[in-house]
């Protein structure tokens, strides 16, 4: 059977005969089929699936599926048999979203491996395609065990060896593993650079070597990247040409080149108004709202640095307080711990920037409002002393004491009350926290 696929593999890559003719061939007729011809029909089958879509698609995997079952007593005990019904229902669940094809796929990828312990090849084969497809599914940390034993195979410049290599940047950073992911990443752009036949691919391992370069902090290489990047977008790719340009503002804002930060953001911005747009930025299972509010926060955030850089505090302002907005009205819908932290957050960036400005009312009433919100987080959650709580009240106290901003509260009284607390936790984590509350309340009294 392996041989048989070289054989099938080897025709098509080199273009000598088309997948049509060559299932002409192989493909069982009315009478009875041997199991080999049953598996290469099923295989030329899974051939195609990529090229197909919908009910195509739907037809083409269950056609595979009966072609194996025909012949499975005779092939399940064989590897490329096992490697081959994974396949399928790896495709199916990376063009239907199916997690129980995925599953599937699973056993059956590990069936093949233990079936192949004596083929090195296979085994590393085998590997590959577990390690994509666990990274597709997001169990990051279970596709990087699968890589790593890839990893101590050969690889070739290949497709698969190159789609492995985007696999492994991916899973490294979403388990915070941001140099090596880093590191993946750009080992994949050098594969395509080096080998013609990838060359198609060379946007996707653009995009992926930027993303690994803005996640590691190296801004320079990310907007270099990004740069090499946009000229490839295709001028319909709506959603592409969005969220590049956002990184691409993000990577310059890093870069400190703030001005073309605000370029990529005027470019953006008035899109997010766009429902057809933001149809198309939602993940699976988030509201078309949520997912304008969470863009929309991006935007405003790196609108804000960049005019805090070049020292536009007024339009520092503005881009804070539509950020508030949205992070208000995210909090009202969600309720969740960390919108709430975001709020104040961003009013206490409202109070530091009006202090900057020299507007005391304003800092004055931004800094009451971000006490207020961390007040009511901490109380929700029925904590003794809540870290964000206790950071809001040293800024209040930094304000008063050093910029002389009046609080229409008695600061001193809730510095000494949130000592308190803080002492009563014994945690060494307060201890900076408990020696300034200490020195500003002494400030404060005089």
Known sequence: LEALVESISLRISNQTTAIENIESEV????????ATAHFAHAYLLSRRLPTLRGEAHAQAVAEARAALREAWPELK?????????ASIQHEKFLRDNDFAAAETANAQYIVALQLAQYDPRFQASILGSLGMLHARVGNYRIALDFIEQRERFPFGDDLNGFMLKLATARARLHVGQDDKSAEAAEQALAMVERTPGLARYRVVALDRAALGNLALGRFARALELYDAELPLLAKDARRNQFVVRLAHAAAALGANQPERALQDLDAIEPTLKDDALIELLAPPHVTEALARQSYGTIVSGLRANANL???RLDAVASALERRRELYRKRYQSSQREEDARSLS???????????ARGDK?????????????????????AVPADTDQMRVLWFAAELQTLHDVP?????????REGQERMIAQKNSAYRNYERWFEIYQTLLLD
Not at 77 to 83: C, D, E, F, T, Y
Not at 407 to 414: E, G, N, S, V
Request: glycine residues 6%; proline residues 5%.
């Open 27 to 34: 493909a069982p007729g009315s009478g009875e089929q041997s």
């Open 309 to 311: 850089t070049l020292g």
């Open 345 to 355: 957050l961003v009013e206490a960036r409202l109070a530091a920037n009006a202090a």
């Open 407 to 415: 609080l229409p509260l008695d600061l001193a009284a809730r510095l």
């Open 361 to 381: 009312s304003a800092a004055s009433r931004w800094i009451v409002n971000a006490l207020a919100s961390a007040d009511a987080l901490a109380t929700r959650l």
């Open 77 to 85: 005990g064989k590897a490329p048999a096992r490697a081959l019904a």
